[in-house]
């Protein structure tokens, strides 16, 4: 079974930062996407950042020049660096992993989730 497991979240003052990471653990054959999203209190789960397995990326508006998303294949880990940060960026972040994995005998591609890390921006 593949989990994604997060951490680095926590309470911030606005302007600081924070690095998240997503390790990915599990009879793993490859990991293709991997991204951010976010969901804060009342309101839908949003794109922040993913990574391609190449390495290319793309970004939320609200988040370019601020956040950047990395990887580490030989990990199975992707990161978030979160710079600037302002109340606007508190909630609840998700990792999410385009993964194939062996289930029981068979290969089997699923997209996985992590159950999130909380950001909290506020003075």
């Known amino acids: 079974q593949v989990q994604l497991v997060e951490s680095g979240g926590g309470l911030v003052q606005p302007g600081g930062s924070l690095r998240l990471s997503c390790a990915a653990s599990?009879?793993?054959?490859?990991?293709?996407?991997m991204g951010w999203y976010r969901q804060a209190p009342g309101k839908q789960r949003e794109l922040v950042a993913a990574?391609?397995?190449?390495?290319?990326?793309n970004y939320a508006d609200s988040v370019k020049g601020r956040f950047t998303i990395s990887r580490d294949n030989a990990k199975n880990t992707v990161y978030l660096q979160m710079n600037s940060l302002n109340p606007e960026d508190t909630g609840v972040y998700y990792c999410?992993?385009?993964?194939?994995?062996?289930?029981?005998?068979?290969?089997?591609?699923?997209?996985?989730w992590g159950k999130g890390t909380l950001v909290t921006v506020s003075s």
């Open positions: 999410n992993a385009d993964i194939t994995s062996l289930q029981g005998r068979v290969w089997r591609r699923v997209d996985y």
């Open positions: 599990g009879r793993i054959s490859s990991i293709y996407g």
């Open positions: 990574i391609t397995s190449g390495g290319s990326t």
